[in-house]
């Protein structure tokens, strides 16, 4: 059933399909909007978020109708999945419908007894997150947050992990921004030695709140966004339905809610066969929230690549794809990470997307 989901995507995805008949691969579930630290790069601080979890009922609408075809639900979101009451039982409860799921953590809560309950779950990807390898960099970047304990949980985590030879995969990941570019070797020599880390991701920046004249060209947009098609979509925690994580964070409107509208209903809504019209038609530049998203942006061919494999594999592939890229191993036009432009030259008038009045009940 899951690779002939993938199938009917990746045919609709080269033909340019704008109505698919299937369902995304993965999905990014915000189970939580709480979160305990103030991070400047963060959309949190431009998107004031409420102190509250996703219900019960939003959750489980989403896995019952995703089960046949999810492959991968990336329980992350603007908020610490360590603050959700239910994220334990959430990931059982992929589990239990044959879903892998992600967690990525800043690690504040990982202590050693949380560290023990994660081991005791079917958690199969989780990403551990420190954007820097000093003290000043990284509290630049994580205020409210301490170095030396935030890395002495990971570390210990990582070990844990490794003595238990527990199947989680673990990736240690730093987002290079200007006050960490210069720590990248150091970072990645550090977290290289610790025995159970599977792998180091070097993740390039992309909000455009720490650089807001990063981005693309629209040359750049030379191919449909594979968000679109793939997924993952992004679920807020109050059932929002956005066609991606950058639309959220660009203002977009949600392209509907789960609490009142089916999963296949709006995966092919109105405005997504908009989205995806347009992005076949080679006016990605001319939509307000795709002209400035700052997203890296894959060859069609990786996007081809990462519908033949299980949407996990896929997960644990990126940084390895990421890192021969960006040494130069493959051409550089593989992926297209997004560059600070001076200038850069936009349509005078911006394609609106907008919901129905159905969708803003």
């Not at 109708?65 to 334990?88: N, R, V």
């Amino acid at each position: 059933m899951r690779a002939w989901n993938r199938a009917k995507l990746l045919w609709a995805y080269l033909t340019r399909r704008t109505r698919v008949p299937a369902l995304p691969v993965e999905y990014i579930v915000e189970t939580t909007a709480k979160c305990n630290l103030y991070c400047p790069m963060c959309p949190r601080e431009t998107h004031p978020q409420p102190k509250e979890d996703m219900t019960d009922e939003i959750f489980t609408r989403l896995i019952q109708q995703a089960g046949q075809s999810a492959e991968h639900m990336m329980l992350i979101g603007l908020g610490e999945p360590f603050l959700d009451p239910k994220i334990f039982d959430r990931i059982e409860y992929c589990h239990r419908h044959n879903i892998s799921t992600l967690l990525s953590t800043n690690g504040t809560l990982l202590d050693q007894k949380m560290a023990e309950r994660l081991f005791n779950t079917p958690l199969k990807h989780v990403t551990l997150s420190f954007d820097g390898a000093s003290k000043d960099s990284y509290e630049y970047y994580r205020k409210g947050a301490r170095f030396d304990k935030v890395r002495e949980n990971f570390v210990r985590f990582a070990r844990m992990k490794h003595e238990r030879r527990a199947p989680v995969h673990i990736v240690v990941q730093m987002v290079r921004m200007e006050r960490n570019s210069h720590e990248v070797e150091e970072f990645r020599r550090f977290w290289s030695r610790v025995p159970g880390v599977d792998q180091v991701r070097i993740k390039e920046d992309e909000t455009n709140l720490m650089r807001p004249e990063a981005g693309h060209e629209p040359s750049a947009f030379k191919h449909p966004c594979h968000y679109l098609w793939r997924g993952p979509m992004y679920v807020k925690h109050n059932g929002d339905v956005y066609p991606c994580c950058q639309s959220y964070m660009l203002g977009g409107e949600p392209v509907g809610n789960l609490a009142r509208q089916s999963l296949a209903s709006i995966f092919n809504s109105s405005l997504m066969q908009q989205l995806r019209q347009l992005h076949a038609q080679g006016r990605v530049a001319e939509i307000d929230m795709c002209s400035r998203c700052c997203t890296t942006i894959p060859h069609p061919l990786l996007v081809a690549g990462s519908l033949l494999f299980h949407g996990e594999t896929v997960r644990k592939m990126l940084p390895v794809v990421e890192r021969l890229v960006y040494y130069s191993k493959l051409p550089g036009r593989w992926l297209s990470p997004p560059k600070p432009a001076v200038e850069k030259s936009r349509p005078q008038a911006l394609v609106q997307i907008s919901p129905t009045p159905d969708h803003r009940k």
